[in-house]
């Protein structure tokens, strides 16, 4: 037997001899001595380039396969659609309630939108806890503006304080997907969509998360009209409802992260209206 001390120098080719119970015999014709290598993995532990290899210095406590990288996420992604749709004097604003991880169902009853003010609601897919710290984040920030101004925040000013959120953490950015939605202080509705660190835009409709691919051409076509040669009509808020469950029943027949209900806000100068809606539940 060799002590860890102990190196030998192969001159020769080296004859391996599976033994039971994975252990291996390696039987070297520079002198008398075997060594003896054991392997939780059995045999195969050992790689034929140390089988074959010549004059390769050999100790007991190297090791004998390949090493292995280990790897870490600190993020996941639970799933998620939100929608978001821009009226002339309102805003609707949607997130379904499915979370998930991988192709198991964790909850069918997360809210994924958060109300802000009466007059502002923002929605988030992505990383369960990112969203559920960020929307703490935006939420602190608005009762600090309210103390230091005895006012509420408008719904433009939201949506930059959410940007200069997400930009401040770039370097190791919120997994979180977002839309705010509410009407302006012109009374106008308005929706704006954003990238992880923050880049956004004012649109007409937008949507985000696992359904995303799935709704966008939906939206273009009777939110849009793109490519359509008739009038583009002034939509109501019903109207803008049930193209909003549409949506969301589309998604949901191909993508297994968008189910169980829907929560869609219409968002007014009056207040916030919660709607609930359900969907399939496999």
Request: aromatic share 8%.
């Amino acid at each position: 037997n060799l002590q860890n001390s102990d190196r030998l120098q192969l001159n020769r080719q080296v004859e391996v001899q599976s033994l039971p119970e994975g252990r291996l015999e390696l039987n070297m014709h520079c002198g008398d001595r075997t060594v003896d290598v054991w392997s939780s993995e059995g045999p195969m532990a050992l790689t034929e380039q140390m089988k074959i290899m010549p004059r390769r210095e050999l100790t007991t406590h190297r090791p004998i396969e390949e090493p292995r990288e280990h790897r870490f996420s600190p993020y996941e992604f639970n799933g998620g659609t939100s929608v978001g749709i821009a009226g002339k004097d309102f805003a609707v604003i949607a997130a379904d309630t499915r979370l998930s991880s991988g192709y198991s169902i964790l909850s069918r009853n997360v809210s994924k939108a958060t109300k802000l003010n009466d007059g502002c609601v923002i929605a988030t897919g992505g990383c369960r806890t990112d969203v559920i710290t960020l929307h703490k984040n935006v939420n602190t920030r608005i009762h600090q503006y309210r103390l230091a101004h005895d006012d509420d925040i408008t719904c433009t000013a939201v949506a930059q304080m959410l940007s200069n959120t997400l930009y401040y953490r770039r370097f190791f950015p919120f997994y979180a997907f977002n839309i705010v939605a509410g009407v302006d202080a012109e009374g106008k509705g308005a929706v704006f969509t954003y990238d992880a660190i923050g880049s956004f835009e004012r649109t007409m409709y937008a949507a985000q998360g696992s359904g995303q691919k799935l709704i966008i051409p939906v939206l273009d076509n009777l939110i849009g009209y793109k490519n359509r040669e008739q009038e583009k009509p002034e939509l109501s808020v019903e109207e803008t409802v049930e193209i909003v469950k549409d949506s969301y029943i589309t998604a949901g027949e191909r993508n297994i992260y968008t189910g169980d209900q829907v929560e869609i806000f219409v968002i007014t100068k009056s207040g916030v209206e919660k709607i609930l809606f359900d969907l399939k539940k496999d």
